[in-house]
């Protein structure tokens, strides 16, 4: 029998940031620096998070190999990458400040790859029209949390590690509804924790764990998605789901890890079963104009980019994935159910080892492929969701006060598909700017503190422990969540159909009803079923948001392609889906105008 | 291709537990992991197992298979006999919180006590010049995945608790190392590698090199370097004298 006792803990801090990966630990870092009090609460150890498994780089104009880079072509590249629908102030932004964020880590004891004259090496990536990403071999990822986490470590920020929080408290009493703290729970001792703070950042990452095939840890259950929505904050773009071209497919065990896109960067090219380099049939007429339209061209672009264009491989990743795709359905696929990802033929043994160390790694130990004589079997992978909470591009800020959000979870900076390579660098511009004005934001607070409410801690409480309550015949959350993965993945997948979508609504209404009687066994104590039970609702509420806006939206664009309406529609080009929470639980969707960028940026876009 | 994998898996808490088996239908390609996921969910929903990236990145699924600390998500089925029962403990090293998982805090705790990076300022530029080949060094040491396999493994620690409180285990000793091979580091950090981390009592049996997953040469390149610039600063008659008489300041020439 489980302990049914809600007594809580309280922590007082001016800034509590859940999550710590990439945008977790910068803010946290801003927050401290800025004088704010301040905690990181997270669901596993420190230095566990997704951003560790970030491979390729982190796309900044530094210019250190092509001195024509600067913020403007980083700027347009994302822009257009996107499909225009990005937030034009977050690009901007981000496409400033991201050099200054990488020199930031080196100052923080980052020790990148360098170039022959010293400086940070930058390497080509997909949708950058020059080798412009700051990279560690194939390990980038580790080598940005390990050097964040040492930062924090070193400027003595507290952390709340294996601990989640699983409902945002709200003071309502002054007239407005604003963040008052956090609830969560120690996975452990399965103990509850009140933490009172002014201020919440969400870096919670992502959705992915809601999807059978995903290169994204169980962490990824979307849980500041639904922590804002809950709190009567607005999503923004939850129909853009990004699915990485290239994901390991064999052995089964391992189906949906990632490839990194470097390797695409660094010369390998993607083939059929009949060998053809197929990207050549499937350059979009947008992409025409910039993207080489035969081998040699495309061979000779990695050293001469003055004078040719970019390899089709290296389209953005929505366009790769949907052109494997086709591949597979036409029968043109690798034997098991992919296509091929050749490096072996096009470098020596030497630089795949030097440049891909962990990707040379990770197929020898889990699949017996030595990628430096074979080619790898790949196939697309849930990786990354463009949409997230909406916030004021400056400071991260939600639509309720105190509450802000950055990297993943927060949506805008991406439009419709997020670049490679742009994500790195999105947690670090974002996360210190959250972190500085929530701990701005908690400062103007110190007269008048929020005050956390009693009755809000005890229901939460109460949530947090209904599933111990239901006495046997009730639901497997494993089994429940394995039926919530296959549907998202036949349903709301890659390629969506208005009917398709329908009948996930109606899945989903009848998982959600089912949620309600998951039975785990045990008591609180580290208690990995009762983890998952809690994390459920978070996953069904925010399917919920992507299945009802790619319903919505009748055009194909970036991460949201409709089969049964297959081109890019210009009257959608303008608008935002923007989801909220209606009184009754379920999500109520909204057309919202796109922000209108300034002359002087959509300059940039003219005759090109 | 499938079959019926027999295992034993330790369970219980700090209190005590003990081992048990269970019987799991596995398949092809599949990982210790993939199997002890399968019995939780479909056998015992309330199995303590930590676990973050299942691709041998996070370091989190570290365990003890067959008495060997190693990664659930990086042992593949097909290394062992189909016959053969497969046991998986805890890291013995830790206290136990619950089943697989144990308490790493000693880890944490020695990672706050390290002195942080400290750069000299940058070029005039706002950018700083390293050479690839001075990296590497450092690069490598960074490739630790903190899976404290090699903390869990060093026998100095392993066997012996009243050590923790004066050794920092060769994760860090590999972070003293990568700190004082860096080309822009200013600190010295050899006095508290000695005497904080307790460097000298590591006599380089080499099981942490053995374990670790990322194949980094713990020995043989940080910490047998990192004994001798400890032993050149701390016990060189002539660096001695030279520190004294003020006519060698820069003392950290390399043996």
Redesign the interface.
Known sequence: MADTSTDAETVQYDVVVVGAGGAGLRAAIAAHDAGARTAIVCKSLLGKAHTVMAEGGIAAAMGNLWPDDGWQVHFRDTMRGGKMLNHWRMAQLHAQEAPDRVLELEEWGALFDRLDNGLISQRDFGGHRYARLAHVGDRTGLEMIRTLQQRAVALGIDVFMECTVTDLLIDETAGERRIAGAFGYWRESGRFLVFEAPSVVLATGGIGKSYEVTSNSWEYTGDGHSLALRAGASLVNMEFVQFHPTGMVWPPSVKGILVTESVRGDGGVLRNCEGKRFMFDYIPEYFKAETADSEDEADRWYDDKANNRRPPELLPRDEVARAINSEIKAGRGSPHGGVFLDIASRRDAEFIKRRLPSMYHQFKELADVDITTEAMEIGPTCHYVMGGVEVEPDSGASLVPGLYAAGEVAGGMHGSNRLGGNSLSDLLVFGRRAGERSAEHAQKAEQGRPQVQQAAVQAAAEQALAPFAIEGGGENPYALQQELQASMQELVGIIRTDEELVLAREKLTELEDRATRLVVHGDRRYNPGWHLALDLANMLLVSECIAVAARARTESRGGHTREDFPGTDESWGDVNLIVTMGDDGHVVLRRQPLPQMPDDLRELFEGK | MGYELAMRLWRG?ADGGELRDFSVEV?????VL?AIHRV???Q?????????????????CSAEINGRPRLLC?T?LADFDQAETITVTPLRAFPV???L?T??SYN?EK??ELP??A?AP?DAD???????VD?ER??EF?????CFLCQDTCHVVRDHEENKQAFAGPRFFLRYAE?DM?PL?TNDRRALAHDAAGIGLCNITKCCTEVCPEGIQITDNAIIPMKERVVDKKFDPLVWLGAKIGRRTDDRTEL
């Open positions: 808490d398949s092809e390609g599949e990982v993939d939780q969910a479909t015992a929903g309330d199995l303590a197992v930590r676990w973050n990236c299942k691709a041998g990145k996070c370091g989190s990086m593949r919180i619950r089943d998982v308490d790493v944490y990672a706050r942080a990076f750069p940058p706002g950018k700083r010049r390293m050479m690839q990296v450092g690069q960074r490739k630790c995945i903190e700190l860096h580091d």
